[in-house]
Every structure is written in structure tokens, then in C-alpha cells.
């Protein structure tokens, strides 16, 4: 009997060491969140000073905090960017994606956080010059898009009679205009935005929208729990006036557009 209490007393003596041995090992560390960007986008994806910058880091890092997992930007070139999320080497795209059929074909994406239509920009003399879309879509002029972007698709099938120009650099764009290489030029509303605010008084934005679009994260087809997890985060940040502040702060004429 006696040595039966001996042998349960040792047994308790080393669960209770087993058990404070494993209260000392540290939690395992969460894994970083490996996000995808090109920094071809300002002010939405950019680099500043050498550094990732723009509104979609602004938006990682907030994601990042809300998911309690440290940040992994990987910096990408344009077109590799979907490939390399399905073939699992990053886990969310966050750099000024549009949503578009062909896309969604091979991704998923998360509720839109800001609608980005595309749009025309021209020298400042020439914009009263036009009717209306209809006569700019029948242009036989030239039309810049930069290169492998659904403005690009979009001039391409519905400006039939126009000469298309492709540039690799959104920057190109106002130089070109203003050099008359190129009469028109076709982009997502805030990168237009962006470009005509350094130009304002050579270039002009033409007031009417070409097509509906809206800009996403995106997602391989099996992350539905993560991206119906960033839905609710999108969800919560928009009912608090964190997304609105967020886009205000890269875009401050959207204050402008919402008051009128």
C-alpha cells in the first residue's frame, strides 16, 4: 500500500513537471501573410523613397492586424501576378486588381472596395471638342492604354476605328498627350485622377464613364473561409468609416464626388 502512495505521488510530481515544461514552450508564431503588389499603380500601389507605398499597403498592413499575422509583401511583375498566387507562393493579391470576367475564371475575388470606372483623359483644347462617348468610341484618332490591362481589352473591342497605342508605363501618358502622339488615353478613373492632378492645366478628363469596374483582392479558388474572412474585415471597416478614411487619404477628391 505504502509503496502504491510513493508511485502516485512520483506519477503527480511528473505530470506536474510535464506540465509546467510545456507552459514554458512559446506559442508557435503565426505565419506572415504573403502579400502580392506591383507598384506600377500610384496612388493605389506604388514605391516611395525605395519603400512599398499607396493605398493597398495601407490596407495590408490594417488586414495584417485584424488577422493578428505579421506582413510579407512580395513585389511582383503585372502579368505573373495571378499565376503566382494559384500556383501558392502568395496567399492574397492586393494591388489595384479589377475585377473582370476573364479573372474571375481563374480566381476569386472579395467584395469590391472602391468602384474605379474606366474613363478618357485628352489635351485640355480638345475635350469640348466631343459630343459624347459615343463619338469618342468611334474616334479614329489615337488612343493610349497601358500594355496587358482591362482598359487595353476594352479599347480594343470597342473602339474599332482607332489607332491603339500601347505604353508600359501609366506615367507616359501625359507626355505623350501633351506631345501629340497620342489623342486619347483610356485608364481606370483614379489612376487619370492621379495623373491629371500634375497636369491640370495641359490635359483634361473627359466626363463620362466607358465601363463599370471595380477593384478587389484576390483569391485562389479554394481560400473560401479566407475570403469570406476578408469580406467580414471589408464589412466592418466600411460600417466604421475606416475604409472611406483610408481612401481619402491616397484619393481626396473622392471626398469631393461623394458630397456632391
Not at 510530481?13 to 514554458?24: D, E, I, P, Q, R
Not at 506582413?71 to 507562393?89: F, K
Not at 474599332?160 to 501618358?173: G, K, M, Q, T, Y
Amino acid at each position: 500500500m505504502k509503496s502504491r502512495t510513493v508511485l502516485s505521488i512520483l506519477l503527480a510530481a511528473a505530470a506536474a513537471l510535464l506540465c509546467a515544461a510545456c507552459s514554458t514552450v512559446p506559442p508557435k508564431p503565426a505565419e506572415p501573410l504573403r502579400v502580392g503588389f506591383t507598384p506600377n499603380y500610384p496612388p493605389v500601389c506604388m514605391e516611395r523613397d525605395g519603400m512599398p507605398d499607396g493605398l493597398e499597403i495601407d490596407f495590408a498592413k490594417a488586414l495584417c492586424k485584424e488577422l493578428g499575422r505579421p506582413l510579407e509583401l512580395v513585389e511582383l511583375p503585372w502579368n505573373q501576378q495571378i499565376d503566382t498566387l494559384l500556383a501558392g507562393r502568395i496567399d492574397i493579391i492586393m494591388s489595384g486588381l479589377t475585377a473582370t470576367p476573364a479573372r474571375s475564371a481563374r480566381v476569386r475575388f472579395c467584395t469590391p472596395y472602391m468602384t474605379n470606372p474606366l474613363v478618357a483623359m485628352c489635351r485640355a483644347g480638345d475635350a469640348a471638342s466631343l459630343a459624347g462617348p459615343d463619338e469618342l468610341l468611334n474616334t479614329t484618332a489615337s488612343v493610349g492604354v497601358l500594355d496587358r490591362t482591362s482598359a487595353e481589352a476594352y479599347v480594343r473591342h470597342h473602339f474599332p476605328h482607332a489607332r491603339i497605342v500601347e505604353l508600359s508605363r501609366r506615367s507616359d501618358a501625359p507626355l505623350h498627350l501633351m506631345n501629340r502622339r497620342i489623342d486619347y488615353y483610356v485608364d481606370d478613373f483614379a489612376a487619370v485622377a492621379n495623373l491629371l492632378s500634375a497636369h491640370e492645366a495641359q490635359l483634361a478628363f473627359l466626363p463620362y464613364p466607358l465601363q463599370g469596374q471595380n477593384l478587389c483582392w484576390a483569391f485562389r479558388p479554394d481560400q473560401t473561409e479566407f475570403r469570406q474572412q476578408c469580406d467580414r474585415i471589408l464589412a466592418r471597416w466600411k460600417k466604421s468609416g475606416e475604409l472611406d478614411a483610408m481612401l481619402v487619404r491616397w484619393m481626396p477628391y473622392l471626398a469631393d464626388l461623394r458630397s456632391e
